[in-house]
C-alpha cells in the first residue's frame, strides 16, 4: 500500500477513515501492525517450505499486512477474505501493484478448497496455509482443513499450516494427549501433525488492541499416523464423541454412539487391554487409533 502505513495504529485510522469503516468485534478484526512480526511469520513459513513450486492460501488477510510480503516472496497467493470492505481495499491496494494476489471474498468456513486445487491445477503444488485466526473460528477452521482436505492417497493437500491465535487457545492446540488441556482438536492435530509454538505475540502488535496475546503456531505434516488408520471418518468421529464428554468413562460414551450390544464394546476394549473405566484424557494417540480400527 502506497498512500497509507498499514504497520501503525494511525496509517490503519487513515484507512479506516478514507473507506468509511470499522474494525469488525463480530468477526474479531484486530489487524497486524508490526513489520518485524510480520517479518518473523513470513520466515516460519518459508522455513516449511519443502520444493519452490510453492503455493500459498492465505485465510483472513485484513488489511494485508502478510498478503503484501506473501506477494514478495511466493509466485502464487490466493487471499480468503469474508468482509466485502475489505476485500474492496485489498484490491485497490494489492492486486494493483501485485498480480500475483488473487483475492477470494468468501467465508473461509464454507469455501470449497478442493475446487480451489482443481480449479487452479494445484494437485502437485507444495500448498501452504497461513492465517490469523479470530477464537470463534479457529477450532472449526482448524478441524476441518485436517478432516476435509485429505486426498485420496491418504496424504493431506497441503504440506504445513501457520495460524495466529489466542495464546491460551494456542496452549490447548499443542496439548498432549493424556494432558490436562488436551481436547478432540488437540488429539487430531497430533494425529495428522506436528504441531510447534513458534513464539508469542503481544497484543500491542495489533490494532485495534485485543484484550489478549495471541501466538504463533506451525503445523507440520506427519503422513505416519495417517498410514496406521483404516477408517480415517471413523478417528475422527470416535474423537469427537469421547471428548464431547470428557468426564465421562468411555465405555458409556461407547454405548451411548454406537449401534453395538454393551458386551460387544467391552469385547474391544478387552481386546485392545483398555479398562471400561478410562476417561478421554487418558488415551493416548495410539489407543484412539485403535479404537478407531475395531469399531
Not at 508490526?34 to 488477510?61: A, H, L, R, W
Not at 510480503?69 to 480468503?80: C, K, R, S, T, Y
Request: aromatic share 10%; charged share 25%; with cysteine.
Amino acid at each position: 500500500m502506497n498512500k497509507y502505513n498499514i504497520y501503525s495504529a494511525s496509517g490503519i485510522k487513515s484507512i479506516c477513515e478514507f473507506y468509511n469503516i470499522r474494525a469488525s468485534k463480530k468477526l474479531g478484526q484486530n489487524f497486524l501492525i508490526d513489520f518485524n512480526i510480520s517479518k518473523k511469520i513470513i520466515k516460519t513459513i518459508k522455513s516449511n517450505i519443502q520444493t519452490s513450486d510453492t503455493v500459498i492460501i492465505e485465510i483472513g488477510p485484513g488489511l494485508g499486512a502478510l498478503t503484501y510480503i506473501l506477494a514478495d516472496e511466493f509466485n502464487q497467493i490466493f487471499a480468503v477474505e469474508y468482509d466485502k470492505k475489505l476485500v474492496q481495499i485489498l484490491q485497490e491496494n494489492i492486486i494493483i501493484n501485485k498480480k500475483n494476489v488473487n483475492i477470494i471474498n468468501y467465508d473461509a468456513l464454507k469455501f470449497d478448497y478442493k475446487q480451489l486445487i482443481n480449479i487452479y491445477n494445484l494437485h502437485n503444488k507444495n500448498i501452504i496455509i497461513c492465517a490469523n485466526l479470530p477464537y470463534y473460528i479457529t477450532t472449526p477452521l482448524i478441524s476441518r482443513f485436517l478432516e476435509e482436505s485429505i486426498s485420496d492417497d491418504g496424504k493431506l493437500n497441503w504440506t504445513s499450516l501457520t495460524v495466529m491465535v489466542q495464546k491460551e487457545t494456542s496452549d490447548r492446540l499443542i496439548s498432549a494427549p493424556g494432558t490436562k488441556n488436551c481436547g478432540a482438536i488437540s488429539v487430531l492435530v497430533r494425529f495428522f501433525s506436528e504441531p510447534e509454538k513458534i513464539f508469542n505475540i503481544s497484543k500491542n502488535c495489533f490494532f485495534p488492541i485485543p484484550k489478549v496475546d495471541s501466538s504463533l503456531i506451525s503445523f507440520k505434516i506427519n503422513n505416519n499416523n495417517i498410514k496406521k488408520v483404516k477408517n480415517k471418518k471413523n478417528l475422527f468421529k470416535i474423537t469427537k464423541i469421547l471428548f464431547s464428554e470428557r468426564r465421562k468413562m468411555i465405555l458409556k460414551n461407547l454405548i451411548k454412539n454406537f449401534d453395538l450390544k454393551p458386551q460387544e464394546i467391552i469385547n474391544i476394549l478387552d481386546k485392545l487391554n483398555l479398562s471400561s473405566n478410562l476417561r478421554p484424557e487418558n488415551l493416548s494417540l495410539e489407543n484412539l487409533i485403535n479404537l478407531s480400527n475395531n469399531f
